[in-house]
């Protein structure tokens, strides 16, 4: 097997594609069912987009939007834009329009490639060249008239540094734009080459869609080795045995010798064993991948099949790490703790885990940029992923260790209020068992300390998943007692009645009456025990009546100030910080409300240059507020210790 290097100077990642159609033409490139296209024919396809796209206008450098569901014309597309000398951004034109036209708004590209059927979506600006490759034969300019002669460009163009721009997942917030560079693909495609050895003898099944980044890695991974591209084709198989049974077929059909894929699909394959094919290596990334899978897909494939977990984030395109199962590693003991190893870091990969000392967790860097997910290197060398941050992550691991369970997710949940949040796991039971959720959630009892435990376990069929291969935790299914609001997002049937409940308006009726009794106690007791404080006898119009109105609101806010001291603390708790610093944010909280009262009425009636009453005054009321706004708003800053956990 080839491990050649390609030299990095100057060149362009299309250029792979191109040395191999100069070198093995009649060599098959690209299979997506009947349709079988060699490398000269792609050659030629793809001279025929990029002319199309320079008369369109698409400058050096220049973005072009691709828009397509059918994978062989979105490829096309990719590669005539890289000739052309720009740069790709693909989309998914199944996405919400609103969601389209955000991505759209954000990248603003030149050109937009689509077909005719989403033509009107994707057409968000009138200056916007929207190019449908199934209803324009002939390319033509933007007012309408075929390209003359003599404005064909003959030497290929200066091109741009990036290749591509790729949106991120947006699983810690929005998605975002990445731009990737024609270096940072070649790296990569030499990275890949060096690990797996791919050569021009090698079949790749990509089952990723076109606007993924796992399509853009599979097609570098293929054609710049001079292997074919196994494409999968016809409509999304939406039931798992359906979908793993038409992966299974095509890679037989197709004698694939590599794979790569998501979680999800390593899973199907894994739950049928004892077919046979001619596949060497199998990669699979995405989703946290525990080593017992891994070795459990390696059994059913057999022995001789090279089985990775390898990782990455699209941020970082083409760093990553990867792990591979040796054949003499022994199966983890039974009852210990779900491990996911992502091993090493390929080559011209900088790996780093910011952790605050050798072997602790910490957050993991690839060649600079901040992944978003936690793990430690081991003493062994190996790097252990410990989950995405922000997720529950050690509940998840918890709930894979028990022996009924085969996948699952832990979310959270809104309950019939949307400020009464829960924590559900959701697992999916091992095929062929029944999956009982009590004795899961007395599982996950005994393993979770008490802040990380889910209130509640939900046997699903499956979990739902995106079109990438990842668990779709935004569709998690929505049980009962579950608020149906965006924020979302699963729970357990009869949640809501373990769940306390939320306020009623009576509730919210006798707090009101509670600040208001003790606002007429301010008012009527400020002339007691501050004779003349509030007396405006002597006070010109309109400033009387100013005056009055702020002497109303200090009674007002010492009212609501005792109304929260007395039933504000059980609201608080529920944020799950430790008691003492509820109770001390409790106690700020109503002191900030409360203190404006006294303190105002007590600076009225000290003389200004009554020293010793005024330092009196500012050490009890102004350092002491100062010090509680600080409480209060560590309060709101500070992550929730059940939430620490869950994420360790």
């Known amino acids: 097997m080839s491990v050649e290097h390609v030299p990095l100077g100057g060149l362009h990642v299309d250029e792979l594609v191109t040395r191999w159609a100069e070198t093995t033409p009649s060599a098959e490139a690209i299979v997506c069912g009947v349709e079988r296209i060699t490398y000269g024919e792609l050659d030629r396809l793809v001279d025929t987009e990029a002319a199309r796209l320079r008369s369109v206008g698409l400058e050096d450098g220049g973005l072009a939007a691709v828009v397509l569901d059918n994978p062989v014309a979105a490829l096309t597309a990719m590669l005539g834009v890289l000739r052309a000398g720009g740069a790709y951004l693909p989309l998914d034109p199944a996405v919400p329009g609103e969601t389209l036209h955000r991505v759209l708004t954000d990248a603003d590209p030149q050109v937009v490639l689509t077909r005719e059927l989403y033509r009107v979506a994707a057409s968000d600006r009138p200056h916007r060249r929207v190019v449908c490759v199934d209803a324009e034969a002939e390319p033509a300019d933007t007012d309408g008239t075929q390209p003359h002669a003599h404005d ?59 606007e993924s980044a796992e399509f853009t890695a599979g097609w570098v991974r293929a054609l710049g080795a001079g292997g074919t591209l196994i494409l999968p084709h016809g409509d999304e198989h939406h039931d798992p045995g359906a979908r793993g049974t038409a992966l299974r077929r095509l890679i037989a059909a197709e004698e694939a010798t590599v794979l790569a894929c998501g979680v999800p699909t390593a899973r199907l394959l894994t739950a049928h064993r004892g077919h046979e094919t001619r596949l060497r290596l199998v990669t699979v990334t995405g989703d946290v991948w525990y080593l017992d899978e891994q070795r459990a897909l390696k059994d059913a494939l057999g022995g001789g099949v090279r089985v990775v977990n390898a990782y990455t984030v699209t941020e970082a395109f083409g760093a990553g790490a990867y792990f591979e199962l040796p054949d003499g590693m022994p199966p983890p003991e039974h009852g210990s703790e779900p491990v996911s190893l992502i091993g090493v870091p390929l080559p011209e990969t900088y790996l780093a885990v910011r952790g605050p000392a050798p072997g602790a967790r910490g957050p993991i860097v690839l060649n600079g940029v901040h992944t978003g997910d936690d793990g430690r290197v081991r003493d062994d060398g190996l790097l252990e992923f410990l989950g995405r941050q922000g997720t529950y992550a050690s509940a998840e691991r918890a709930l894979h260790g028990h022996p009924d369970v085969r996948a699952g997710v832990v979310a959270e949940v809104e309950t019939t209020h949307p400020s009464d949040v829960r924590v559900v796991a959701y697992a999916v039971p091992v095929e062929g068992r029944d999956l009982d959720p009590v004795d899961v959630h007395r599982h996950l009892c005994r393993t979770l300390p008490g802040e990380a435990r889910p209130h509640a376990v939900v046997p699903v069929p499956s979990l ?11 569709n998690l299914p929505l049980p009962v007692g579950a608020s149906a609001s965006p924020g979302h997002k699963g729970g357990a049937a009869g949640l809501a009645s373990r769940t306390p409940k939320a306020p009623t308006g009576c509730m919210v009726v006798g707090v009101a009456l509670l600040a208001a009794f003790f606002a007429l106690l301010a008012w009527g007791f400020t002339d007691l025990l501050w004779p003349h404080s509030t007396d405006v006898s002597n006070v010109p119009s309109p400033y009387a009546a100013r005056f009055r109105v702020l002497y109303l609101c200090e009674d007002v806010s010492f009212g609501a100030g005792m109304a929260f001291l007395l039933v504000g603390r059980p609201g608080m708790a529920r944020a799950g910080h430790p008691g003492w610093f509820t109770t001390v944010a409790h106690l700020s909280a109503a002191w900030l409300m409360a203190a404006w009262w006294p303190q105002d009425n007590l600076y009225r009636l000290t003389a200004k240059t009554d020293w010793p009453a005024q330092s009196v005054l500012v050490y009890t009321f102004n350092v002491s507020l100062m010090a509680a706004a600080a409480v209060v708003a560590a309060f709101a800053a500070v992550t929730p210790k059940w939430q620490r956990r869950l994420d360790r």
């Open 152 to 210: 064909t460009v003959d030497a290929p163009p200066v091109r741009g540094a990036s290749a591509c721009v790729l949106l991120t997942a947006g699983t810690t917030g929005s998605p975002g734009l990445v731009p990737v560079s024609h270096h940072d693909l070649v790296v990569a495609r030499n990275a890949w080459q060096q690990v797996y050895g791919f050569d021009a003898h090698d079949r790749h099944v990509h089952p990723a869609p076109p």
């Open 464 to 474: 739902p998943r995106t079109r990438a291969d990842k668990v779709d935790r935004k």
